[in-house]
């Protein structure tokens, strides 16, 4: 790794705030700075300022080229996998098993992992208490007993959270410059826990002793730089090292693409898929991940279920609601006040029958995935819209629902038209507080929902 002369340093802090491109081009050659050096730590922390705050605010860290930049985990993806660790990993008295935020028991319990009665809100705080750690002996030792490994190193964004609730951890890569960068930023970031180690991550797995978590997240792209997202695919193939993994390692965290089916992928995994989180930020699915670990029983149990969009989340046993498309249980109500849009996380999971059993809501119609209801529903994970008017795609239903409206945000769901279809057809510009749904409800009837944001 090139470590930064004073030069180049002093250049960085003067302009990070700058445009890369306009300094690329009019930045006078001094003797001793590293323009391209340079530009790649302004434009690196430029994207940690948003994407890594608590990286962009350490001041020793060197960022790698953009393309590592974009790549790399968000802070908020980052901790969630932290949390994720520490929570698998607490004592069993506090948070071995986690359950619904609904509060609901579940009859799948199993006596090696007590299901607690308690909300989401306060699992999630219970694991963030785990990551602080807790200054009694008793959790001390826990800790000390604790070791990683992170077999897919990369820029080290994951590990340097990961590595946070473990006495022992190591960060495995192939590259020596992302390992010469990670032994500087580690540093950097107080980590002296860290271990790291250039190599080969498969041939470490399978030289290594037993430890309590492994974390992968297999690269995505084949020999030719083109993009993969089967799991055969990527390097490495977690497939052929689940059996490897299981021995190796108490619990495994298993990073994928969110393009994937999750049902497929629990399939594949034949029964050693513990727990699937859909994570995803500003609405957009950014992760799938899995926990892998050993059965209890002998018979394969379904995979609990977790579903985060930011601060939404939602969690349920994917044994109960293996129906999750099902439509026409529930008859549309006969008063329509509000349409609630699921979040992407949701979207992914393909929970909706979940949906409408826990939050009242009902489905409006198949492979709509919108809902309605009578009465307003307080934390519905989604965005939620105040029903105007509800008409068909005849002209007097059209004139009637537009009512003198020249500009509104078009959505559609199962709908015959795309939103520029229907936005040309209704001649309207986009933008403005109408919210407009295409959709087709229960009875296979094409409508449009004027609505307004709550």
């Known amino acids: 790794m090139t470590i930064m002369n004073d030069e180049t340093r002093e250049f960085v802090a003067m302009h990070r705030n700058e445009d890369v491109r306009e300094l690329a081009l009019k930045a006078k050659r001094v003797e001793g700075l590293d323009l391209p050096l340079a530009l790649d730590q302004i434009a690196g922390w430029q994207i940690a300022r948003k994407k890594l705050p608590q990286w962009a605010s350490c001041e020793g860290i060197v960022y790698p080229p953009h393309i590592s930049m974009e790549q790399c985990s968000s802070q908020f993806t ?8 520490q929570t698998l990993l607490a004592p069993a008295a506090t948070v071995r098993a986690r359950v619904s935020d609904s509060g609901e028991s579940d009859n799948q319990t199993t006596k090696s992992e007590p299901q607690l009665s308690d909300s989401a809100e306060s699992v999630m705080q219970t694991a963030k208490s785990a990551f602080q750690l807790s200054d009694s002996p008793e959790s001390d030792t826990l800790v000390a007993r604790r070791a990683m490994v992170d077999l897919t ?16 951890a190591t960060y495995v890569e192939r590259q020596r410059h992302l390992c010469d960068l990670a032994e500087h930023n580690m540093a950097a970031l107080g980590l002296d826990q860290a271990r790291i180690v250039c190599g080969d991550g498969v041939e470490y797995l399978r030289q290594m002793g037993p430890v309590d978590f492994i974390y992968l997240d297999p690269a995505r792209r084949d020999e030719h730089g083109s993009r993969t997202y089967a799991i055969e695919d990527c390097t490495p193939n977690v497939l052929e090292l689940r059996d490897l993994l299981l021995a190796k390692s108490q619990y495994t965290l298993v990073k994928l693409s969110p393009m994937l089916d999750w049902r497929k992928v629990v399939a594949d ?3 050693t898929v513990r727990e699937v989180h859909i994570v995803a930020t500003g609405n957009e699915c950014k992760e799938l991940l899995l926990v892998l670990g050993q059965q209890v029983h002998e018979e394969p ?11 939404q989340r939602i969690d349920y046993d ?17 008063v329509k006040n509000y349409l609630y849009e699921p979040n992407a996380s949701i979207m992914k999971a393909g929970c909706f029958d979940l949906v409408e059993e826990r939050f009242g809501v009902t489905q409006v119609g198949p492979s709509s995935h919108l809902f309605v209801s009578a009465t307003p529903v307080a934390d519905f994970p989604g965005r939620g819209f105040a029903i105007e008017a509800i008409g068909g795609m005849n002209k007097k239903d059209i004139k009637r629902l537009l009512n003198g409206t020249k500009q509104a945000n078009i959505a559609v769901r199962n709908f015959p038209l795309t ?21 087709t409800m229960q009875g296979c009837d094409h409508v449009l929902l004027r609505t307004s944001k709550i």
Not at 78 to 85: C, G, H, N, R, V
Not at 302 to 309: D, I, K, L, S
Not at 320 to 329: C, K, N
């Open 318 to 334: 994917s044994a109960a609601y293996t129906q999750g498309l099902r439509i026409g249980g529930k008859p549309l109500p006969e």
């Open 269 to 271: 995994f034949d029964g």
């Open 78 to 85: 980052a901790q969630y996998k932290s949390e994720i660790a």
């Open 301 to 311: 149990s379904a995979p609990r279920v977790f579903c985060v969009n930011d601060n």
């Open 419 to 439: 939103a520029p279809q229907l936005r040309k057809k209704l001649k309207l510009a986009d933008g403005g507080p109408v919210y407009l749904f295409g959709t």
């Open 153 to 168: 190193g990369g820029f080290g964004v994951d590990f340097s959270y990961l590595a946070r609730g473990f006495s022992q």
